[in-house]
């Protein structure tokens, strides 16, 4: 797993390797024990091209986001709303 920290707290990319043979390939996608934080739940949905996921905001028990990409690309984009953040209002995008 390769990590790219954002400016924002908190923030980051994960690149995982993908191991490729003839059978196909293996892609580890989440190791809990690495990151140091717990993911109650795990969801999964598909969007057609074009689609726009609405924009999330927890002000009490707030959530760690896991995003992965399975086939296509994706532009995840994220806004800092906590008011006491020294990058509040700043917008960080991943493509």
Not at 32 to 56: A, C, D, T, W, Y
Not at 63 to 75: A, E, P, R, Y
């Amino acid at each position: 797993m390769i990590f790219i920290k954002k400016k924002s707290n908190g923030l980051f990319l994960i690149k995982n390797k993908k191991f490729i043979d003839k059978r196909g390939y293996f892609k580890e996608i989440l190791k809990e024990n690495i990151l140091n934080k717990k993911f109650p739940f795990q969801v999964m949905s598909f969007s057609k091209k074009g689609v726009i996921r609405g924009l999330h905001l927890q002000t009490q028990k707030s959530q760690g986001k896991f995003i992965t990409v399975l086939k296509g690309n994706i532009f995840d984009v994220v806004v800092d709303l906590r008011t006491t953040s020294k990058t509040f209002c700043k917008i960080y995008y991943f493509n």
